[in-house]
Antibody, heavy 121, light 108 residues
Framework: QVQLQESGPGLVKPSQTLSLTCTVS??????????WSWIRQPPGKGLEWIGY???????YYNPSLKSRVTISVDTSKNQFSLKLSSVTAADTAVYYC?????????????WGQGTLVTVSS | EIVLTQSPGTLSLSPGERATLSCRAS???????LAWYQQKPGQAPRLLIY???SRATGIPDRFSGSGSGTDFTLTISRLEPEDFAVYYC?????????FGPGTKVDIK
């Protein structure tokens, strides 16, 4: 059973960089069968896809966040990470990591429990 | 980019009733690459339907999806108490991935 777990600071100051890590267990990021994504959800609002990374390191970001987002992967630790720079209060959200299938099954089938990140001074 | 709209915003029904949720895309969704997710308070979304009509592993058969092109529907044949939640559609035929705004199914 694949499990994903987000970790990182729950409070970030405005203008700083938000950093989160997702640890994957029960499956290998290096298998090459999946993309690994970050998705966020502001309190009381809908879901916004941030971007994904493949085990090789190739990435694709949501154009609306592209200038501020970096997603990286550490296959030796079976982890992938999110960095979001120059944060504002609008970046306050629950951040989820998720596994995304490939080809005809490119859906988010496993999710972490989510972690709330608040941007405030 | 493909924008998704969902209707109604809120659906108030009683257990045992049939729920019909709509998702409309701004352009045709290629290969019916449309998924539905269920989200309960404090939980991550759960995949219900992919490919517009295929149930994900472990999803009860009271959940069904249909549609193609720009119009898609999620039907819950008989609502169980655990089905009261928010439902999101999502297209994955093109990037960026985009979710609809959600339909809340609450108890009447």
């Amino acid at each position: 059973q694949v499990q994903l777990q987000e970790s990182g600071p729950g409070l970030v100051k405005p203008s700083q960089t938000l950093s989160l890590t997702c640890t994957v267990s029960g499956g290998s990021i290096s298998s090459g069968d999946y993309y690994w994504s970050w998705i966020r959800q502001p309190p009381g609002k809908g879901l916004e896809w941030i971007g994904y990374i493949y085990y090789s390191g190739s990435t694709y970001y949501n154009p609306s966040l592209k200038s501020r987002v970096t997603i990286s992967v550490d296959t030796s630790k079976n982890q992938f990470s999110l960095k979001l720079s120059s944060v504002t209060a609008a970046d306050t959200a629950v951040y989820y990591c998720a596994r995304e299938g490939y080809g005809d099954y490119q859906v988010f089938d496993y999710w972490g429990q989510g972690t709330l990140v608040t941007v405030s001074s | 980019e493909i924008v998704l709209t969902q209707s109604p915003g809120t659906l108030s029904l009683s257990p045992g009733e049939r729920a019909t949720l709509s998702c409309r895309a701004s352009q045709s969704v290629s290969s019916s690459y449309l998924a539905w997710y269920q989200q309960k308070p404090g939980q991550a979304p759960r995949l219900l339907i992919y490919g517009a009509s295929s149930r994900a592993t472990g999803i009860p058969d009271r959940f069904s999806g249909s549609g193609s092109g720009t119009d898609f529907t999620l039907t819950i044949s008989r609502l169980e108490p655990e089905d009261f939640a928010v439902y999101y559609c999502q297209q994955y035929g093109s990037s960026p991935r985009f979710f609809g705004p959600g339909t809340k199914v609450d108890i009447k």
